[in-house]
């Protein structure tokens, strides 16, 4: 048995009634079930239907998420995300190359890197070579000027943990933002790249090794080993092709508002909603968020 997801962004509330009716009409589902008015509803259905991708499409040009996934085990015990344009709204080594004087620069090798048309390892070291001499300083300061958090985070990780879920932050970003990203969610833990200071600067280099792509895969095994959970226990979520390991291997795979390379690989996909998504799709009302 399959469940089918069909939402959109709440601050948006355009889910007509008929949209989901009619599907599941069409597939043959269930009853329909409202997770909140005009914005998410799911219906179950016997198997995965062969036009799934082409009314995907469909509804993504009408500003709608749809999802597919089974019924049994939607619920999870783990999040593994991703930090920057996934918890936040942005880059970190953008904003910081942004007050370095570098910031178009740095922003097209990010967007090239996320989209993985480059090695992240070596496009992260260039990137933070180009902040050699910034004064270290600067990150207090693009955390309290320039980073936002994706809406969503905070009822998806309260209500998460409020089911018994444990939140790790795993980020090819900067701890020195992590831990600051970590503590206002309510991550239990987090894990990212070290940025090298020295006398008040930034040096230009990285701690190695280098936490990318399978780092995060790593993060994923060790954890749920650590927890006596499997991978079908974990949703992930993330948009860079640094986040496609832990993707395709977690229970749940979310690409949100992802890289075009990232959606056509993953399982899941959220373009239009926001965090609050991830708790729709586990079948989560709004009445139940935390």
């Known amino acids: 048995m399959f469940v089918v997801t069909l939402l959109c962004a709440p601050t948006d509330p355009k889910l007509d009634a008929a949209l989901p009716v009619n599907l599941r009409n069409a597939w043959g589902g269930g009853d329909v079930i409202w997770l ?7 219906f179950a259905v016997e198997k995965m ?3 799934f991708d082409v009314v995907w499409q469909d509804c993504d040009a009408l500003g709608i998420d749809l999802a597919i996934q089974p019924m ?3 619920r999870k015990m783990m999040l593994l995300a991703d930090m920057d344009s996934t918890m936040i709204q942005q880059e970190c ?9 570098v910031g178009p620069r740095v922003a097209d090798i990010t967007a090239r890197a996320m989209n993985g048309e480059l090695d ?9 070579g180009l902040l050699e001499g910034l004064d270290s300083g600067v990150i207090d300061t693009v955390l309290a000027t320039r980073i936002t958090h994706m809406p969503g985070g ?8 409020a089911n018994g879920a444990y939140a790790a932050l795993v980020s090819g970003g900067f701890t020195a933002f992590t831990a600051s990203v970590a503590k206002a969610l309510g991550f239990d833990e987090n894990r990212a790249n070290t940025l090298i200071e ?3 600067k930034l040096t230009g280099k990285v701690g190695m090794p280098i936490l990318g792509r399978e780092a995060k895969v790593q993060a994923l095994e060790e954890i749920t080993a650590r927890l006596g959970l499997t991978d079908a226990d974990v949703l992930a979520v993330g948009d860079g092709a640094n986040d496609l390991g832990m993707l395709q291997r977690a229970g749940a795979g979310v690409a949100l508002h992802a890289k075009p390379t990232v959606q056509a690989q993953a399982k899941i996909r959220v ?5 609050t998504a991830l708790l729709f799709i586990q079948g989560y009302a709004f009445s139940d968020f935390a």
Do not use: Q, S
């Open 36 to 42: 909140m008015p005009d914005v998410a509803a799911e």
């Open 49 to 51: 239907p062969e036009n």
């Open 72 to 74: 049994e085990g939607r």
């Open 93 to 101: 080594i953008d904003e910081l190359a942004a007050e370095a004087g």
């Open 120 to 128: 992240f390892e070596a496009a992260l070291k260039e990137r933070v």
């Open 154 to 161: 905070k009822e998806l990780l309260a209500t998460m943990k």
């Open 198 to 200: 020295e006398g008040g």
């Open 271 to 275: 373009n239009h909603g926001d965090l």
